[in-house]
């Protein structure tokens, strides 16, 4: 039978923006220092909170599944990265009442909202990493001193 985590609470966020009150009449503008949209948008583009994402779009994984398939993440990182993914309401973890204990995530209807931008994001990046890299050659080449003609 699958849990929602009714376990121990998460800890305090780090962003203290997240935790302002947005009048519920205010327009949100993320150019604006004060808009906490700033902080969604903080969250999406984090380089381990995409890739879970886009990792979750075939269904539920298992958080070894994850690892796995994210790679270089840390337990810790993947960890932290899931509970704040859980907290903004963009993945859901189930925890299973089996011997061994299973827990999967999932997107919600949120995360699966976001999806679409995040993979297009993804690939993007993915089919513009040579010529990306190639103009931080050129750029770097650009701003190298000269070679000393007297050596």
């Known amino acids: ?38 902080t969604v948008l903080t969250r999406l583009v984090e380089k381990w909170t995409l890739l879970i994402l ?30 704040r993914l859980e907290r903004d309401g963009l993945v859901d973890r189930r925890l299973y009442d089996e011997m061994p204990l299973r827990v999967e995530y999932s997107l919600t209807a949120l995360g699966r909202d976001a999806l679409p931008l995040v993979a297009q994001l993804k690939r993007w990046a993915e089919a513009h990493l040579h010529t990306i890299e190639a103009r931080r050659e050129a750029f770097d080449r650009a701003l190298a001193p000269p070679d000393d003609p007297r050596s």
């Open 1 to 38: 039978m699958p849990n929602h985590r009714p376990t121990a609470p998460p800890k305090a966020p780090a962003d203290t923006t997240a935790n302002a009150t947005f009048p519920p009449d205010a327009v949100p503008d993320a150019f604006l220092a004060q808009c906490p949209s700033r």
């Open 54 to 83: 886009v990792a979750l779009a075939d269904g539920p994984r298992r958080f070894g599944a994850l690892r796995r398939q994210i790679e270089g993440v840390s337990q810790k990182m993947l960890t932290q990265s899931l509970r």
